[in-house]
């Protein structure tokens, strides 16, 4: 069988035709979120640029990922939304092409292992979607095979243009689309793989906790021996405040005699 080639269609004529079917689907109610990249960096911040460099440095396609970045630069990303699990976007090509991406959640057990490496060593959630942690954390999040970004292996990609290659530009350019998306909402990428960050929060507080535990065990040591030399019963958190009482009473009892 004969295949031909769609024929080329400049980057402006693709956003012309992106702004028409833009304003088509909007008019029939459909929510459109395009990726708008500013210049030619893609990402920005930590959790985008980690992405993109996941996607370069560990994917099989480094033919099909120059046009990628190309596509996402000149905005011909013109939908993107990440869900559970999926990736659905829609690319501006000779036409208008819809990609749709799924991947697998990440395993339970890769997860908790996550978890333990990073516990004790994040202070809270806005700092860990910032990228605001230390290197350790870095590494452990962003590790090839063992941290929170797919292996090609665990998505299945397809897109609606004739190209029959796994990954084609268009599916390119919505995989740097993600990188530029994490820019502005990096909990996206929990929600993607379906882990909860808050769990890494957890682990650290209730580490910190433990960490103090001797602390607090040793005040209420001293409390107890507190009441034992002064002959006084100290209800919980009243420590202070029941020796006043006993004073006070002293006093008046005092005054009495006195008078």
């Known amino acids: 069988m004969y295949f031909q080639w769609a024929p080329y269609v400049s980057a402006a004529q693709r956003r012309a035709n992106a702004r028409k079917e833009i304003a088509k689907r909007k008019k029939r109610g459909e929510t459109i979120e395009p990726v708008v990249v500013e210049g030619r960096t893609i990402a920005r911040t ?5 992405w993109c460099d996941h996607l370069e440095q560990h994917c099989d396609f ?25 990736i659905d976007a829609l690319v501006q090509g000779s036409s208008m092409y819809e990609v749709k991406l799924e991947i697998v959640a990440l395993p339970k057990a890769r997860w908790a292992s996550v978890v333990s490496d990073c516990s004790g060593r994040i202070d809270s959630l806005v700092e860990l979607l910032q990228g605001k942690v230390s290197d350790g954390v870095m590494r452990v999040v962003t590790h090839p095979t063992e941290g929170l970004f797919p292996s090609t292996k665990q998505l299945a990609m397809s ?16 995989l740097y689309g993600v990188g530029a998306r994490l820019d502005a909402s990096p ?11 808050t769990e890494l929060i957890a682990k650290s507080v209730a580490k910190r906790r433990v960490a103090r535990g001797a602390t607090k065990g040793t005040k209420v040591i001293a409390e107890n021996e507190l009441a034992d030399v002064f002959g006084i019963d100290l209800d919980e958190g009243e420590a202070t ?8 009473a002293a006093l008046a009892a005092k005054r009495g005699r006195r008078a």
């Open 159 to 174: 897109c609606s243009c004739p190209d029959g290659a796994v990954m084609c530009k268009h599916v390119a350019a919505t």
């Open 62 to 86: 480094e033919n099909r990922l120059p046009r990628g970045r190309a596509y996402v630069r000149n905005g011909s990303v013109v939908h993107l939304a990440i869900g559970e699990g999926r």
């Open 241 to 248: 405040a029941a020796p006043k009482v006993k004073r006070k």
């Open 46 to 50: 930590f959790w985008g640029k980690a």
């Open 187 to 197: 909990d996206l990428l929990f929600r993607l793989r379906r882990v909860d960050p």
